[in-house]
């Protein structure tokens, strides 16, 4: 669940009156946030810990003894003399081998372990002058920068980023994230968010808003049966694709099969349906379809509706999101059509799941210079919907219930993704028994996922990343969710 600082302060103090030390949780942060840099970079390279007064640099100096152990070279920055430094970080530093070695290249790793969520307000200078370093560095010598619980200089509770502020590719959050971390104007200091369970910390595991982790997430992904069989796993039926966007049919289908759906099949008009029964994947069936109502007689489990489709066939979709009795993914020109009437949503016969992205969010329900957690707040408690709403910090879920998905990168803003969310969260969808809640967080997270591996994989980049290696890659998505990623 997402904290205040003060709420993080309490649990803390809960734990050391049970007699748990601060020691124990610092040797239990610096494993887990060396384990994050190993994730996110395989080959050893050189990592400098930015180190503050007290215990984020205490971790940040855990988490380099683990590294140098695993090969990398360390180094330690410190803001302020070592003497002045708390009883633990200065153990810790005291502790550490830092003789050199030789350097394998590889990447470069800067910890910000500056400043906690008890510092409010501009950083000192000594602090100031260590971000505008780490800052520098990143944008000269491409250093990838770890923030640890918090980027130094952001309002752990507003989100607002004080006039020097570190801008991290990840932030690893310690215990419970922290409310400032999913702020609108924290998104580009905070940037991939990550999870640092500690197990002595209890806290209200039911509240919402959430980040999304595998530690909950992968507890809904049950083993199947021996005997299961593909009707088991979900009828999935897609309607997309119009002339020059046949490629939004083939992508979400592709996806469809690829996150587990027993059965795929993709609706079309006689214009593109030659085109797509060659074009799709061979698992996919294409069924030439009159009038898109007639789907409403075809026995789907789940149904999604719009990418690539046009806005030709408007009035037949509005009839299909009205009438369709079970769950249904509406996506791009299905949701355009919904925008000219959505009361519509108030009263369809199933239960739906909305992924738009900010531009077709508007055209639904205009934001108005709300919040993007208000707009989104706001839409749910007036439409009995669940939604993913799409960006840097997607947001999903419904009345009850709100999770920020935690996965992704920048490299996932090309052409295609929303296609593949959508076949991926309608597998899903067939597989949990139409639970749409859970199959969007689900799927934004292992789409995200997969996308992070695309992008970090041997001979790749963000600029290579597109939709089709997110597809390829899906499966090993879901593997690591299981293992607890």
């Not at 930015?50 to 971790?59: A, L, S």
């Not at 309607?239 to 939004?248: D, K, L, Y």
């Not at 990168?409 to 949990?432: E, F």
Request: aromatic share 6%; net charge negative; hydrophobic share 40%.
């Amino acid at each position: 669940m997402l904290v205040t600082c003060e709420e993080m302060r309490r649990m803390e103090s809960a734990v050391f009156s049970r007699g748990v030390s601060a020691e124990h949780l610092m040797e239990e942060a610096g494993l887990g946030i060396a384990r994050i840099v190993r994730q996110f970079h395989s080959r050893p390279g050189t990592c400098i810990a930015y180190c503050g007064k007290g215990n984020n640099g205490g971790d940040a100096l855990v988490a380099l003894r683990h590294l140098r152990r695993w090969g990398w070279n360390i180094s330690v920055e410190l803001a302020y003399p070592a003497e002045e430094l708390s009883e633990l970080p200065r153990r810790h530093l005291l502790s550490l081998d830092l003789s050199s070695r030789e350097d394998f290249g590889g990447s470069l790793v800067l910890l910000d372990g500056l400043l906690g969520t008890g510092v409010s307000g501009e950083p000192r200078q000594e602090a100031a002058d260590a971000i505008r370093r780490m800052n520098s560095l990143r944008l000269s010598r491409n250093a990838w920068v770890l923030a640890i619980d918090i980027p130094s200089g952001l309002n752990g509770d507003t989100g607002e980023p004080s006039a020097t502020c570190v801008q991290a590719d990840l932030t690893a959050t310690i215990g419970a994230p922290k409310r400032g971390l999913v702020a609108d104007a924290a998104t580009n200091h905070v940037g991939r968010l990550a999870f640092i369970p500690l197990r002595e910390l209890d806290f209200d595991r039911e509240s919402s808003p959430r980040l999304s982790s595998p530690e909950e997430l992968r507890y809904w992904l049950p083993p199947r049966a021996f005997d299961t069989h593909k009707g088991m796993c979900g009828r999935v039926g897609i309607i997309a694709g119009s002339h020059g966007m046949t490629g939004a049919a083939r992508l979400a289908s592709a996806a469809a099969v690829a996150a587990g759906a027993g059965l795929v099949t993709v609706y079309a008009h006689a214009d593109i349906q030659p085109v797509l029964a060659a074009a799709c994947v061979p698992e996919v069936m294409v069924k030439e379809v009159e009038s898109l109502r007639e789907v409403l007689e075809e026995p789907m489990n789940v149904l999604a509706v719009g990418p690539g489709l046009g806005r030709a066939y408007d009035n037949d979709v509005v009839a299909l999101v009205k009438e369709w009795p079970h769950a249904m993914v509406v996506d791009a020109d299905a949701l355009n059509a919904v925008s000219q009437d959505t009361s519509i949503l108030k009263t369809c016969r199933g239960p739906r799941l909305l992924t738009p992205h900010p531009g077709e969010m508007e055209r639904l329900f205009p934001q108005r210079n709300r919040p993007r957690i208000d707009w989104f707040r706001d839409f749910t408690n007036q439409y009995t919907a669940t939604l993913l709403l799409k960006g840097a910090r997607t947001i999903i879920g419904n009345a009850e219930a709100c999770y920020y998905n935690s996965t992704g990168n920048p490299g996932m803003a090309s052409g295609g993704m929303g296609d593949v969310l959508t076949g991926t969260c309608a597998a899903l969808a067939g597989q949990l028994n139409g639970d749409l809640l859970k199959s969007a967080v689900l799927g934004a997270w292992v789409c995200g996922r997969a996308g992070e591996m695309g992008a970090s994989a041997p001979f790749s980049s963000p600029e290579k990343l597109s939709a089709r290696i997110v597809i390829e890659l899906l499966g090993a998505a879901f593997s690591q969710l299981r293992e607890g990623y």
